[in-house]
């Protein structure tokens, strides 16, 4: 189940930082900066992991997914959706897939949507996010897809906190999840990989 | 001043739609569903706008920007920050640069951030971003980059609203924009490009 990418393990080793509260800070290169060429170094990692024919297009979420989405619609060559957390204004309401998602780090709980315009029944849709903790996000996305009558074929992440249960909920609803880095533990300020 | 690039205009021809409040709707390949290889076509006009040797690192802001700068970080092998419209609870408050913008559409004033460690004082900065109307973004994104002590060295946008002040108030100040499509007017429900 634990399969970490080599060059992100490196990457996490030497930028990442062990913040309290059990938070991972990556900002160098997964959600603050980004380095392009890295992004496209994890792109061909998904692209093994998940087969190109499978899929139709590449759904994610703002704001932090929307770079490793781009990139692997770009390697792929599909289209990337990206679903909101506010209904725009330009976003007509009958044309507009909604659902709730709980934020563990804001406390909040937001309304995601997704234009029915861009996911259409019958469409096989591959989910891309910077981090897997909860996986209420993930959840929503699926609920959102399911909405559509669309098929969602596999959720790929950067990062997985193995020690929250978002990866386990989603497997056992026979998800295929792939991560490229899992984190077992971040106790004692220490950045401990799953096995 | 105007420097429509043809393959956008016709896009926008083809698949935007005006709304009601001078909103103009181009979600099907701007800020919601994205086409990778049009995302690219766009950063290579950009790329013959903006010298790539004049500028250290490109900077956007969330959500909408993203793609776009990503886009043309890969093109140009730079490094892409994203401004936050919230404060993320891995950023150390004493690292961190905000500023606030007032945002006509929701009518509200957001605060924006930037770690210092990611725009250094003497850097050469390229800022990007999907849509230029007010310019209150953009404004914000200069606050932050004259903070940083870094040299703004131009923006660019995909669409201009000319209709509205964001633009003149940027050149101005003497500031190099290029936008790959200049709206003169929404009026009637037609989109009426600017000459």
Known sequence: ???NFPPLIARIKQEG?????GVLKVDSFVNHQLDPDFLMLM???????FV???YDKIITIEASGIAHAVMLGYLTNKKVVFAKKKKPSTMDQSHM??????SFTKNITQHICLSREF???GERVLFIDDFLANGKAA???LDLVQQAQATLVGMGFII???FQDGGKNLRQQQIHVESLASIASLDNNTITLAQ
Do not use: D
Not at 17 to 21: Q, S, T, Y
Not at 43 to 49: G, L, P
């Open 119 to 121: 996911i259409r029944a």
């Open 97 to 102: 897939l909604t659902t709730e998602v709980y």
């Open 43 to 49: 792109a061909e990692e998904f692209n093994h992991r």
């Open 160 to 162: 997985e906190k193995s």
């Open 52 to 54: 190109p024919q499978s």
């Open 1 to 3: 189940m634990v399969n």
């Open 17 to 21: 930082k062990c913040l309290a509260g």
């Open 139 to 141: 959840q929503g996305i």
